[in-house]
């Protein structure tokens, strides 16, 4: 095991010194992979975050009733209670018109609008959730509401939902189409990195054959290179998306507030930032295998 | 130890280097093949290594077909077997140390155990105090001397050398040469390719004409 271990080592050793030998070229390298990765891992970055978004504003489906103008307040603890108790109803969220009132004054755009208005044009409202949110259980609590008295409006918010699921289920195919895309240039680029590196070293494999080498000792060192240049890169990819996610973090963040909601963009997590790296490194061992393989069967 | 039975050794478009050879080599014997340049040496000693494959006839080395090795088996049968190449085959990015550990690391050898034996086969070819010089800047008969230290580091029962003693003056020739024999005097079968065979006196000789051994 400690034999084994040594001559691992050594490998990785001897992977290392050729790395540091040309620096540029590795630097280059380095560059090259690290830009490929960093796009899908971008991708996955900002996906991540629109997750995280869409989980805490408003996953769950909600239906929004709205009563009458003319309805007074009497009435609309009427319905709040009928509403409580209404089956498949699991939670009610009374909105008056004039917290409603007051929040769009705030708004500066809407403030002077309203103010020309005779009165409060808002009516008492109430957020429903329901115990099941499928869009047919909803849609059937909706129509039943519409039914009650002094009841205006109803509004079934699930429309949007659905179509944020849709885009982010489109999101994350694309990132995953990017990956593999940009996964399998990773390989190609390992490939012809390892294919120049083996004719560099054309005359120590072949001096290690006459000596008895194996296929598999001939291989290590190259392997080794693969993979800790793909490490490298997936790095590189690491440090491109954190900048890229600091950056974009507070222009972002206004864009977003000016939507009522809030959104401080994160980096790319611990299990996404392993599984970066786990890749990388995995595409550049596959690349030095297939590069290497096709060497040993020519020579 | 080695026996060569009819072989013949075509390379394209249908140059022969070996024609109908056969001969053995017994175990501890010390075999000088001379012959003129292109005479079939070089093939000879390929043929043994399992480097190239004869056309036709087989090839023993230690009872084992060559020929009929699989590519996976050809390293183990190389491990038993040491190499001094005419062009000697160093590698010009290590240091002498570096290049005699390499079969020692190809077979696996523990580092500690492999560190004494790279010093000893130095020791034993004279160049104990150059173990951290690159190869260019050794002699000749250095760097000579270092293929031999790799030849050996890994203890073979075979030695095969080829052309060891070309571009060395006759002092260094001889000095070569006696490494040589202290192997073959320890019980190492030797085989050494050569038109300078006088350098190996008491060796059995073998001549080599265009590619037929002269009887």
Request: hydrophobic share 50%; charged share 20%; with cysteine.
């Amino acid at each position: 095991m400690r034999v084994w271990l040594a001559h691992h080592l050594e490998a990785v050793r001897l992977a290392l010194r050729r790395l540091s030998a040309a620096p540029l070229n590795t630097l280059l390298s380095l560059l090259a992979i690290g830009v490929a990765l960093a796009l899908p891992a971008g991708g996955q970055m900002l996906l991540g975050n629109a997750l995280h978004l869409a989980d805490t504003t408003s996953a769950v489906p909600q239906i929004s009733v709205f009563m009458a103008a003319n309805a007074d307040r009497r009435m609309a603890t009427e319905i709040e209670s009928r509403l409580g108790k209404y089956g498949g109803v699991k939670q009610v969220q009374f909105v008056s018109r004039e917290d409603t009132l007051t929040r769009m004054k705030a708004n500066p755009g809407l403030r002077d609008v309203i103010e020309a208005l005779p009165g409060n044009p808002f009516p008492d409202a109430f957020v429903v959730t329901a115990t099941d949110d499928r869009p047919e259980t909803m849609e059937q609590l909706a129509a039943e509401f519409r039914q009650w008295p002094k009841v205006e409006h109803v509004q079934l918010d699930s429309a949007w939902v659905r179509r944020l699921d849709a885009l982010l289920k489109l999101g994350r195919t694309a990132v995953m189409l990017l990956g593999a895309l940009l996964g399998a240039g990773l390989i190609a680029i390992i490939f012809s990195i390892i294919r120049m590196q083996a004719l560099t070293h054309r005359a120590e494999i072949e001096v290690s054959q006459l000596l008895g080498a194996t296929d598999g000792f001939v291989r290590r060192p190259f392997l080794y290179y693969g993979c800790l240049l793909g490490l490298g890169g997936g790095v590189v990819a690491w440090l491109l998306v954190s900048a890229a996610a600091l950056w974009l973090r507070a222009p972002l963040s206004e864009l977003v507030r000016l939507y009522d909601l809030t959104l401080v963009l994160e980096g790319l997590d611990a299990r996404d930032s392993g599984l970066l790296l786990g890749f990388a490194a995995g595409l550049g061992w596959l690349g030095a295998m297939i590069s290497l393989r096709q060497h040993l069967r020519q020579g | 130890m080695i026996r060569f039975d009819r072989v013949s050794k075509r390379y394209p478009p249908g140059v022969d280097a070996l024609s109908d050879l056969s001969f053995e080599v017994a175990e501890r014997e010390m075999v000088v093949v001379g012959g003129h340049s292109g005479a079939g040496k070089s093939t000879l000693l390929k043929l043994i290594a399992a480097v190239e494959t004869a056309t036709r006839g087989t090839v023993l080395v230690g009872g084992q077909n060559v020929s009929g090795l699989a590519r996976s088996a050809l390293p183990y049968l190389r491990r038993r077997i040491g190499m001094v190449f005419q062009d000697q085959k160093l590698l010009l990015d290590r240091n002498a140390f570096e290049n005699v550990m390499l079969p020692l690391s190809i077979a696996g050898f523990p580092p500690r155990e492999a560190a004494q034996r790279v010093r000893a086969a130095l020791d034993k070819v004279g160049l104990a105090s150059r173990e951290k010089a690159l190869p260019v800047m050794l002699s000749g008969g250095e760097q000579q001397r270092l293929a031999i230290a790799r030849a050996v580091v890994n203890r073979p029962s075979m030695l095969l050398a080829d052309e060891p003693t070309a571009h060395l003056d006759n002092e260094t020739a001889a000095d070569v040469a006696r490494i040589f024999h202290e192997f073959h005097d320890v019980g190492v079968t030797v085989l050494i390719a050569t038109y300078a065979g006088d350098l190996f006196p008491g060796a059995r000789r073998l001549q080599l004409d265009h590619g037929k051994l002269v009887p």
